[in-house]
């Protein structure tokens, strides 16, 4: 059984940046597809961005395109979330998911989910 566990939120300034980090435990974590997601206050968990069990193939939601970046180490069993030009609207708590069944962009899709990392963006 995969266990999650993320690190790196904060308080940083609007156009800042943070890394966040996702560390698994568990024989399988190479061959799983990984997701970051994110959750504010009163609104739904949401998805954020997904990397392949290979570090290969990745998505991304609009609303971070081009800002975010997803990646992987899997002999350091760790996928990593970098996060530049950050905008007040980015402030939640940020979760990473392992092992979705079928849509990578449903939370419920996600067999496993670390304790989540609260990233603030001060405007």
């Known amino acids: 059984q995969e266990q999650l566990v993320e690190s790196g939120g904060g308080l940083v300034q609007a156009g800042g940046s943070l890394r966040l980090s996702c560390a698994a435990s568990g024989r399988t974590f190479s061959s799983l597809p990984i997701g970051w997601f994110r959750q504010a206050p009163g609104k739904e968990r949401e998805f954020v961005a997904v990397i392949s069990w290979s570090g290969s193939v990745t998505y991304y939601a609009d609303s971070v395109k081009g800002r975010f970046t997803i990646s992987r180490d899997n002999a350091k069993n760790t996928v990593y979330l970098q996060m530049n030009s950050l905008k007040s609207e980015d402030t939640a708590v940020y979760y990473c998911?392992?092992?979705?069944?079928?849509?990578?962009?449903?939370?419920?899709?996600?067999?496993?989910w670390g304790q989540g990392t609260q990233v603030t963006v001060s405007s």
């Open positions: 998911a392992a092992d979705p069944d079928g849509d990578y962009q449903g939370a419920t899709s996600y067999a496993y």
